[in-house]
């Protein structure tokens, strides 16, 4: 039984294009994250979240944007698609907030824009 | 200066070598060091978590932290060619988590 799933697996699509990624985890966590993993495999945070708070890395374009229907969900929508966003985006959850325990992630979402 | 400073590599070693992987950073407030792994195509997934200077071993892999060094390493035993993958440090304050840039390890058969 899959612990952290995303969907789709890999998207290609043209700049400009609006797209979401879905994540659902069934592991019972209260946090979820969103991660950028570049072509050099640098895991970049975008943003954390649980049903208190929404914490953003202040790097990513406001083009990006979560929305979590439930604690199991945490979905990412990217709006206006750049060239520069081809990265595999990562889902991850964890039992609390940061400042204590391990992250569990999906198989990741390769995005392509071209 | 990156707050966490890892070699990308690749490194390649022969099977059933011992495997040092290092990571050295910046700040002091860092208190949990965690590597994980992660296989080609697949999301990254907890190998070692320590919390103080020292050494913790389980199996094959040792991860060891020098605080007044600010440097972690991760060792792996009798290296196996199924070890091949990019092994990533973090590194957690109160506040925020920090990754490396990951190494990528080959053990060739």
Not at chain 1, 37 to 55: A, G, H, R
Not at chain 1, 66 to 95: M, Q, R, T, W
Not at chain 2, 55 to 67: I, L, P, S, W
Request: contains cysteine; proline residues 5%; glycine residues 6%.
């Amino acid at each position: 039984d899959t612990a952290v799933s995303q969907t789709p697996k890999y998207l290609v699509t043209q700049m400009g294009n609006d797209k979401s990624i879905k994540c659902e985890q069934n592991l019972g966590h209260d946090t979820m994250y969103w991660y950028k993993q570049d072509s050099k495999k640098f895991l970049k945070i975008m943003f954390s979240y649980n049903n208190k708070e929404l914490i953003i890395n202040e790097t990513v374009p406001n083009r990006f944007s979560p929305k979590s229907p439930d604690k199991a969900h945490l979905n990412l929508h990217i709006n206006s698609l750049e060239l520069g966003d081809s990265a595999v985006y990562f889902c991850a959850s964890s039992p609390e907030g940061m400042s204590t325990d391990t992250q569990y992630f999906g198989p990741g979402t390769r995005l392509t824009v071209l | 200066q990156k707050e966490v400073e890892q070699d990308p590599g690749p490194l390649s070693v022969p099977e059933g070598a011992i495997v040092s992987l290092n990571c050295t950073y910046s700040n002091s407030a860092f208190q949990y060091f965690m590597w994980y792994r992660q296989y080609s195509r697949k999301g990254p997934e907890l190998l070692m978590y320590t919390y103080s200077s020292g050494n913790k071993e389980d199996g094959r892999f040792t991860a060891q932290v020098d605080k007044s060094s600010k440097y972690i390493s991760l060792f792996i035993r009798d290296s196996q060619p199924s070890d091949s993958a990019t092994y990533l440090c973090a590194m957690r304050s109160n506040y925020q988590l920090i990754w490396g840039a990951g190494t990528k390890l080959i053990i060739k058969p």
